[in-house]
């Protein structure tokens, strides 16, 4: 089965400031996406950003980037110029290729954006 | 476009009575997936319809829990016998198809058994 750890239960950065929120996930299959969701106070889970594990190259959205390294399975979020906006509840989600469809979530890392 | 929509958004109800929790997919969305988030977790994959049946159900937690989906658009969670412990958000995503990677999250129920 896999398995996805944030190590991160909070972090906090101010404006305009850049942040890294870790993740680390467990998995035998070599095709699968990856994927940062963020969910502010109104509970809707917000896709961020994702990854095709295939994809050598980084997948980057705006002030949004990750490191993905396949061999770690490591996949990390850089958040740029951060914004008081950001500030939310991130996880990091895993899903196979094939098979059963379902996305399997960490922990989850509080991010808290101060003016 | 609209998104995906749950009702009601909060339901409180007491022990042992039965709940039903409505979620509306993206329009044109065939697959449909029901997660519950506990308070301070991530949440966690029940149940994954394609079109109208349940093609993985080995998330629902015991037989209390049930949900259909029966013209392939609206699903409902249903939850017989309450206990506290069910007390949670249950989250309803939906995706294109099978293998269209994203899937798209409603609002949640919040849900509080008494």
């Known amino acids: 089965a896999q398995t996805v750890t944030q190590s991160q239960p909070e972090m906090s950065v101010q404006e305009a400031e850049t942040v890294t929120l870790s993740c680390t996930y467990d998995?035998?299959?070599?095709?699968?996406?990856l994927f940062w969701y963020k969910q502010p106070p109104s509970r809707q889970m917000i896709l961020v950003i994702r990854?095709?594990?295939?994809?050598?190259q980084n997948a980057t959205e705006n002030r949004f980037s990750v490191n993905f390294q396949k061999a770690a399975k490591s996949f990390s979020l850089k958040i740029s110029d951060s914004q008081l906006g950001d500030t939310a509840m991130y996880f990091c989600?895993?899903?196979?290729?094939?098979?059963?469809?379902?996305?399997?979530f960490g922990q989850g890392t509080r991010l808290t954006i101060n003016p | 476009g609209a998104g995906v929509s749950q009702t009601p958004s909060n339901k409180v109800t007491e022990k042992g009575k039965y709940v039903e929790l409505r979620c509306d997919p993206i329009?044109?969305?065939?697959?449909l997936y029901w997660y519950r988030q506990s308070l301070g977790q991530g949440p966690e994959f029940l149940i994954y319809?394609?079109?109208?049946?349940?093609?993985?159900d080995s998330g629902l937690p015991n037989d209390r829990f049930f949900a259909v989906r029966p013209e392939g658009s609206v699903s409902t969670l249903k939850i017989q016998r309450t206990e506290r412990g069910d007390s949670a958000v249950y989250l309803c995503?939906?995706?294109?198809?099978?293998?269209?990677?994203?899937?798209?999250f409603g609002p949640g129920t919040r849900l509080l058994v008494l």
């Open positions: 998995t035998s299959e070599n095709n699968y996406y």
């Open positions: 329009s044109g969305h065939t697959a």
């Open positions: 990854q095709e594990a295939y994809k050598q």
């Open positions: 319809f394609q079109g109208t049946g349940a093609a993985d």
């Open positions: 989600a895993f899903m196979n290729k094939g098979g059963a469809q379902k996305l399997v």
């Open positions: 995503a939906s995706s294109l198809s099978p293998g269209q990677e994203t899937q798209y």
